[in-house]
């Protein structure tokens, strides 16, 4: 039982050990990987020392975490609600981020309290969906992902009168979040520490997901209760997609495509699926945005491009091969 | 003879301790006190206009990074980018090793401007709104930069040039204007921004001045409405006119009946730099041809 789960899983940590290595020596600075060792060993010069403690380390942890995330919950998204075709936005989580984060803005208000603000929209997002999904009827995982799409369109009607209204001399923060990038994230720990948890906590919920997915009714008939868990999973999913979006603003594909790519390769189990997921998704982003800073440096592409461009060919190659 | 050398090295070191070691201070557009140990020499401008700036105080030669668009003065096309204003290339940044940035308050990602401060380089934030505050901005600067003497002539000759021109057509008969930001979709300035106030000083009378944004979106019909004197424009570009082309469409206008369409390099009204001077002139001398063109009516 071990064997087939290490092998694969054991790859993946090479993998994210790699990316995270090249992303951490390779700049628009150039710097011998002798010099990034000198800087790890306390022995560096002052620039050195900036450029790979102040810069590089917090941004790819940042990546790290942001991807991880982001692919972990759209994994549970699409288990919870056995559509293909869910992301971690698709209920509308990153919309009511954003509307926090620029009601702090317009509000004048900077930092720290932008983030806190996103956080804040996003949760409220998140139970204003369950609140309303419940209802009075019966309540389904596409009544879920109805009220969850509707809900994310209110999100994006009031973006886009809050990006018109607004004072030109705040349009430019506006966008920038909008967007996306890991460059503006603050702090990589709260992310890269939560991330560490759901590893570990979804290890004990594997078994109870794999069932899930097969359907409610089979999952029930073999004595596992089935509403409290998908709550559950949406709460969890929701808090990891919040503070994805509170680090680095709403980077898309990452959640959609990594869980479905690691589906076609490993198979459906979910217990391998989502640690999976949290290396593959840190993964894909650290390379990505390492892409973004020096492929066209000093200029600097957003992240989203560089994961789509990178993962489309990646996905429809891997999806043609699956026939 | 050995403390004769003792001697030079102590008075040499007494005469030049004032001027090596003199902190310098400006208060920026945040209102943050910035505070140099001595003034900078190396500068990085972070906006196409502060780079003008930096140039107008007399700081050019100490400029060590700018970002795109940066083409004034033409040697600050020679001068390292670090990639655009709003995305910064923060290696590049640093491994230049700035002792001053001078930041563009709207303009620049706050959370980059932030992780310079943490890293203890001192961030001057600029946001020129007004005439005055382009002489002061390049004053502040010049202080930064330790080039006052230059710094302050050019902050006092834009300062002049301003009050001549208000000057000279402060009692000017009013022509309303519309003044044109952008074509698609279309955009105009209201009275705070720095070209209302520039279409004030000409004598103009900004159609658009009341309305709440800095920079309004209107429609055409709007336009057609309020029937100014004058249309100006700028444009994408220093030669592109097609932005004015639309309103002849509108053959009504009293703009277009008097042929009062006229094109403004936007470089020289748009950034808020001494060259604003000339852009105001230019605006100025429009204003007086539409003035020139009201022949043949009976005015009161």
Same mark, same amino acid.
């Given at each position: 039982?071990?064997?087939?789960?290490?092998?694969?899983?054991?790859?993946?940590?090479?993998?994210?050990?790699?990316?995270?290595?090249?992303?951490?020596?390779?700049?628009?600075?150039?710097?011998?990987?002798?010099?990034?060792?000198?800087?790890?060993?306390?022995?560096?010069?002052?620039?050195?020392?900036?450029?790979?403690?102040?810069?590089?380390?917090?941004?790819?942890?940042?990546?790290?975490?942001?991807?991880?995330?982001?692919?972990?919950?759209?994994?549970?998204?699409?288990?919870?609600?056995?559509?293909?075709?869910?992301?971690?936005?698709?209920?509308?989580?990153?919309?009511?981020?954003?509307?926090?984060?620029?009601?702090?803005?317009?509000?004048?208000?900077?930092?720290?309290?932008?983030?806190?603000?996103?956080?804040?929209?996003?949760?409220?997002?998140?139970?204003?969906?369950?609140?309303?999904?419940?209802?009075?009827?019966?309540?389904?995982?596409?009544?879920?992902?109805?009220?969850?799409?509707?809900?994310?369109?209110?999100?994006?009607?009031?973006?886009?009168?809050?990006?018109?209204?607004?004072?030109?001399?705040?349009?430019?923060?506006?966008?920038?979040?909008?967007?996306?990038?890991?460059?503006?994230?603050?702090?990589?720990?709260?992310?890269?520490?939560?991330?560490?948890?759901?590893?570990?906590?979804?290890?004990?919920?594997?078994?109870?997901?794999?069932?899930?997915?097969?359907?409610?009714?089979?999952?029930?008939?073999?004595?596992?209760?089935?509403?409290?868990?998908?709550?559950?999973?949406?709460?969890?999913?929701?808090?990891?997609?919040?503070?994805?979006?509170?680090?680095?603003?709403?980077?898309?594909?990452?959640?959609?495509?990594?869980?479905?790519?690691?589906?076609?390769?490993?198979?459906?189990?979910?217990?391998?699926?989502?640690?999976?997921?949290?290396?593959?998704?840190?993964?894909?982003?650290?390379?990505?945005?390492?892409?973004?800073?020096?492929?066209?440096?000093?200029?600097?592409?957003?992240?989203?491009?560089?994961?789509?461009?990178?993962?489309?060919?990646?996905?429809?190659?891997?999806?043609?091969?699956?026939? | 003879?050995?403390?004769?050398?003792?001697?030079?090295?102590?008075?040499?070191?007494?005469?030049?301790?004032?001027?090596?070691?003199?902190?310098?201070?400006?208060?920026?557009?945040?209102?943050?006190?910035?505070?140099?140990?001595?003034?900078?020499?190396?500068?990085?401008?972070?906006?196409?206009?502060?780079?003008?700036?930096?140039?107008?105080?007399?700081?050019?030669?100490?400029?060590?990074?700018?970002?795109?668009?940066?083409?004034?003065?033409?040697?600050?096309?020679?001068?390292?980018?670090?990639?655009?204003?709003?995305?910064?290339?923060?290696?590049?940044?640093?491994?230049?090793?700035?002792?001053?940035?001078?930041?563009?308050? %709207?303009?620049?990602?706050?959370?980059?401007?932030?992780?310079?401060?943490?890293?203890?380089?001192?961030?001057?934030?600029?946001?020129?709104?007004?005439?005055?505050?382009?002489?002061? %901005?390049?004053?502040?600067?010049?202080?930064?930069?330790?080039?006052?003497?230059?710094?302050?002539?050019?902050?006092?000759?834009?300062?002049?040039?301003?009050?001549?021109?208000?000057?000279?057509?402060?009692?000017?008969?009013?022509?309303?204007?519309?003044?044109?930001?952008?074509?698609?979709?279309?955009?105009?300035?209201?009275?705070?921004?720095?070209?209302?106030?520039?279409?004030?000083?000409?004598?103009?009378?900004?159609?658009?001045?009341?309305?709440?944004?800095?920079?309004?979106?209107?429609?055409?019909?709007?336009?057609?409405?309020?029937?100014?004197?004058?249309?100006?424009?700028?444009?994408?570009?220093?030669?592109?006119?097609?932005?004015?082309?639309?309103?002849?469409?509108?053959?009504?206008?009293?703009?277009?009946?008097?042929?009062?369409?006229?094109?403004?390099?936007?470089?020289?009204?748009?950034?808020?730099?001494?060259?604003?001077?000339?852009?105001?002139?230019?605006?100025?001398?429009?204003?007086?041809?539409?003035?020139?063109?009201?022949?043949?009516?009976?005015?009161?």
């Amino acid at each position: 039982m071990i064997r087939p789960l290490a092998l694969p899983l054991a790859t993946l940590v090479f993998a994210s050990v790699c990316a995270t290595v090249v992303s951490i020596g390779v700049g628009s600075v150039s710097m011998t990987p002798q010099e990034v060792m000198a800087v790890f060993l306390g022995q560096g010069g002052a620039l050195q020392e900036t450029l790979v403690l102040e810069l590089r380390l917090p941004r790819t942890l940042s990546a790290f975490a942001t991807g991880g995330l982001l692919a972990v919950a759209g994994a549970l998204m699409q288990v919870l609600l056995r559509n293909p075709l869910a992301d971690p936005y698709v209920l509308g989580l990153s919309g009511g981020a954003a509307v926090g984060a620029l009601l702090a803005m317009l509000a004048g208000l900077g930092g720290a309290v932008i983030s806190g603000s996103a956080f804040a929209g996003a949760m409220l997002a998140t139970f204003l969906v369950f609140g309303l999904a419940h209802g009075t009827g019966s309540w389904t995982p596409s009544r879920l992902l109805l009220t969850g799409v509707v809900v994310a369109a209110g999100w994006g009607a009031v973006i886009t009168l809050m990006l018109a209204i607004s004072p030109a001399r705040e349009l430019p923060g506006m966008l920038y979040w909008l967007m996306g990038d890991v460059s503006y994230a603050r702090t990589p720990w709260p992310g890269v520490g939560l991330l560490l948890v759901v590893c570990f906590l979804v290890i004990p919920l594997g078994r109870s997901l794999n069932v899930l997915a097969r359907g409610p009714l089979q999952a029930a008939a073999l004595g596992i209760s089935v509403r409290p868990l998908e709550w559950m999973i949406y709460i969890l999913a929701s808090l990891l997609t919040a503070t994805a979006v509170t680090m680095a603003g709403s980077i898309g594909f990452v959640g959609l495509v990594v869980p479905h790519m690691l589906r076609l390769i490993l198979g459906n189990d979910q217990r391998l699926i989502l640690p999976a997921c949290a290396l593959a998704g840190g993964t894909l982003l650290v390379l990505a945005d390492t892409l973004a800073r020096v492929v066209i440096a000093p200029e600097q592409l957003p992240v989203g491009v560089i994961t789509a461009l990178l993962g489309v060919p990646t996905f429809l190659y891997l999806l043609y091969r699956s026939r | 003879m050995k403390w004769m050398h003792w001697f030079a090295v102590v008075m040499g070191g007494l005469l030049a301790a004032p001027v090596l070691a003199s902190p310098v201070c400006a208060t920026d557009d945040l209102n943050q006190r910035v505070c140099l140990e001595s003034p900078a020499r190396r500068i990085a401008a972070l906006s196409p206009g502060a780079t003008e700036l930096a140039w107008a105080a007399g700081a050019g030669g100490q400029v060590v990074a700018v970002v795109a668009f940066s083409d004034y003065p033409p040697a600050a096309r020679n001068v390292t980018s670090v990639g655009s204003h709003t995305r910064m290339d923060m290696e590049r940044l640093l491994v230049l090793q700035p002792d001053l940035v001078i930041g563009w308050v %709207t303009g620049n990602p706050t959370e980059q401007l932030a992780t310079l401060r943490e890293v203890g380089i001192p961030v001057f934030s600029i946001e020129p709104r007004s005439f005055e505050a382009v002489s002061q %901005t390049i004053e502040r600067l010049a202080v930064l930069a330790g080039t006052e003497t230059e710094g302050v002539a050019e902050a006092e000759r834009f300062r002049q040039g301003i009050a001549e021109l208000r000057e000279t057509y402060r009692n000017a008969a009013p022509v309303s204007v519309f003044y044109q930001v952008w074509d698609e979709p279309l955009m105009t300035v209201n009275g705070e921004h720095l070209i209302g106030e520039m279409v004030e000083l000409c004598g103009g009378e900004n159609v658009f001045s009341n309305l709440e944004r800095l920079v309004p979106r209107i429609s055409a019909e709007a336009v057609v409405a309020a029937d100014p004197e004058a249309i100006l424009a700028g444009g994408m570009g220093e030669e592109n006119r097609h932005w004015l082309t639309r309103w002849r469409k509108f053959p009504s206008l009293t703009a277009v009946a008097r042929n009062n369409l006229f094109f403004i390099p936007p470089s020289l009204v748009q950034r808020p730099t001494p060259r604003m001077l000339e852009g105001t002139r230019l605006f100025c001398e429009k204003l007086e041809l539409a003035r020139s063109r009201r022949s043949g009516e009976v005015r009161l």
